[in-house]
């Protein structure tokens, strides 16, 4: 399967991958469904059976499927062989989709390199990641306790397109939000995820928009928004983080 597109410029067709609570998949269809995102989720993949993502999405009428990865790991002889048993499942089901992109929200597995050979655009993968921390800082499972553990003052979301390393795709945009002395992990969590959120939803609409360009640096991707109000969005973004907490 080779699917070539621009990288924007139009309303774009999702696939959503969750593995758990599958919050962010929720606000990415609410704000579908409100008319405030240039894309529809055409189809939600879980590779756990008791991801609540799968719920939400049979909820608002959208096909979702379980690619059981345990299954796969528990037969195969070597977890790559598992992955890619998987990974065909799940290019098996997209294929019944119109899908532009990939988001992943929440997905807890990586992606192998075929796969993401399957969406390449020029210099990216069209999928997309939603991180909990400030990348290249803390990358892998566990975004927010490393931050709030490491004693950080500041916390950060980045979306960006995923490569063939572990998070540590081209970065297309991020925010932050601070971390008051006597926040709990719990709070510091849910003030990142709400900008999470709000930054991933804005992406996809900037991508959609045909706002978000790559370019080669050296051995590096690089990607810039283009949206004249770009600074200023970041800006309400971060100021709205500050102003959830202003008691402090
Ligand atoms: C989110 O915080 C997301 O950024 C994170 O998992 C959570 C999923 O929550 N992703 C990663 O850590 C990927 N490395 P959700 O299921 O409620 O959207």
């Known amino acids: 399967m080779d699917m070539h597109i621009p990288l924007g410029g139009k309303e774009l067709s999702l696939a959503v991958f969750v593995s758990g609570s599958g919050t962010n998949l929720q606000a990415l269809i609410d704000r579908a469904e409100s008319g405030q995102l240039r894309a529809k989720i055409e189809v939600v993949v879980s590779d756990r059976a ?9 909820r608002h009428g959208i096909p979702a499927f379980v690619v059981n990865y345990a299954d796969y790991i528990n037969r195969c002889a070597t977890r790559a062989e598992a992955y890619r048993a998987a990974e065909m499942e799940i290019l098996e ?42 990348l290249p800082s803390f990358p892998g499972m566990h975004g927010y306790e490393d931050t709030f553990s490491y004693g950080c003052k500041w916390g950060g979301v980045t979306v960006h397109f995923v490569d063939e390393g572990e998070d540590t795709g081209p970065i297309i945009a991020q925010a932050v939000y601070p971390i008051w002395p ?8 849910q003030r990142g995820l709400s900008l999470e959120y709000e930054l991933y939803a804005q992406v996809v609409n900037w991508i959609a928009s045909g706002f978000v360009r790559a370019i080669k640096k050296g051995r590096r991707t690089i990607c810039h928004v ?13 100021e709205k983080a500050m102003n959830a907490c202003s008691v402090h």
């Open 50 to 58: 008791d991801a609540y993502g799968i719920e939400r999405a049979k």
């Open 93 to 134: 089901i997209l294929e019944r989709f119109e899908v532009d992109y990939v988001c992943l929200a929440g997905f807890m597995r990586l992606v192998s390199p075929s796969f993401l050979q399957c969406f390449r655009d020029g210099l990216v993968y069209r999928v997309l990641n939603i991180h909990p921390a400030l």
């Open 182 to 189: 006597d926040d709990t992990i719990e709070v510091v969590r």
């Open 226 to 238: 283009t949206d004249p109000k770009y600074s200023l969005i970041i800006r309400n973004l971060v």
